[in-house]
């Protein structure tokens, strides 16, 4: 392509930039101003209330047309409401700070619990077992020697001190079978080997039940303890409920101040038009004379056609086919431009 056409070519592109940049510049300070605009005429007013439980206010700057400070005020019987409810609160403070001391015997019963259940857990069922038995034979043995003593009285008196009867054979497995035994003396020891047996699962039972007695001390020692913390927190409770009634209270009040809030936002200017600024925008940005510059100068077939036309020649390789599929290859070579011979 020679110089000239693309020079050409060149400056319009160039020129279809500088229509497009300038429209999109003018768009661009447009969309600032009313954006800026907009802003301004959704400005918060603030418009102060007053219903059944309080009052609201507002102080608006101006010189700046800025809220500046807002709030509220209870009703008087809504104030006097809360401070009886203060009042609750203190009293329920000074039943936290007192509930410590009140409760502090728990601990000390929780505590020795835990250690009677120690003592009791610190022998084996086997050996609680062992020490029943020492103590009960201990406690019956006089008894014993005793009625022996007479048993042996009576077979003297009796004569039968030498009797000795119930001896048995050899057993079908080969061992010795019974030997004789004095009558009097086989159901005296046989009375007394009952009553150990009856002994020994006495034993038994009281080792388990002392091993389970320990165990009860661990878990009421844990509940006590669990009974302490439960009355600290519970010592809470008329406090919580009083500041309760405080907050709620407060929120009642507070109406009057959203009620505020709500119809200074609708006070002005309605919702926000940003959307459709920004859409707007998009609309101004184009420019119908730049677009149609820089489509030129970027258009292979005007860079042809320039190109030929600065060398002297009436023909083109523009594609004729679409003035008639009539012409021969010879006339379509040596018409010009618009198709004409």
Do not use: C, H, W
Not at 44 to 57: C, H
Not at 182 to 206: I, K, V, W
């Amino acid at each position: 392509m020679p110089i000239a056409a693309a020079a050409i070519a060149g400056g319009a592109t160039l020129l279809g930039g500088l229509f497009g940049g300038n429209a999109a510049a003018d768009a661009s300070r447009r969309q600032a101003d009313a954006l800026r605009e907009d802003a301004r005429n959704r400005m918060f007013n603030p418009v102060g209330t007053t219903n059944r439980f309080g009052t609201s206010t507002s102080q608006i700057d101006p010189a700046t047309g800025k809220v500046i400070s807002a709030g509220y005020e209870l009703s008087p019987e809504l104030k006097a409401f809360q401070d009886r409810f203060m009042t609750q609160a203190g009293g329920g403070l000074t039943q936290i700070e007192n509930a410590p001391g009140m409760y502090a015997p728990l601990t000390g019963a929780a505590r020795s619990m835990y250690d009677l259940g120690a003592q009791y857990l610190a022998q084996s069922p086997e050996e609680v077992a062992a020490k029943y038995m020492r103590q009960q034979q201990d406690l019956i043995d006089p008894s014993r020697q005793r009625s022996f003593a007479q048993l042996q009285q009576n077979m003297f008196n009796t004569g039968t001190g030498g009797l000795s009867v119930g001896a048995t054979g050899m057993r079908p497995g080969g061992g010795e079978g019974l030997r004789a035994a004095n009558p009097q003396m086989e159901a005296y020891y046989n009375a007394q080997a009952q009553q150990d047996r009856q002994l020994a699962l006495d034993a038994e039972r009281m080792g388990m039940e002392r091993y389970k007695f320990g165990q009860g001390l661990f878990r009421t020692g844990t509940e006590t303890l669990g009974d302490y913390y439960g009355g600290l927190t519970d010592a809470y409770k008329p406090f919580t409920a009083a500041m309760g009634g405080v907050t709620g209270l407060e929120k009642t009040g507070r109406l009057s101040f959203e009620d505020m809030i709500r119809l200074g936002e609708a006070g002005k200017g309605g919702p926000s038009n940003a959307a459709g600024i920004t859409a707007q925008f998009g609309a101004d940005a184009y420019s119908p004379f730049g677009a149609l510059f820089s489509g030129a100068g970027k258009s292979p077939e005007l860079s042809d056609a320039l190109s030929r036309y600065l060398r002297g020649s009436g023909t083109t390789a523009l594609d004729t086919s679409a003035y008639g599929s009539g012409l021969s290859g010879y006339q379509r070579a040596q018409t010009d431009i618009y198709g004409r011979p």
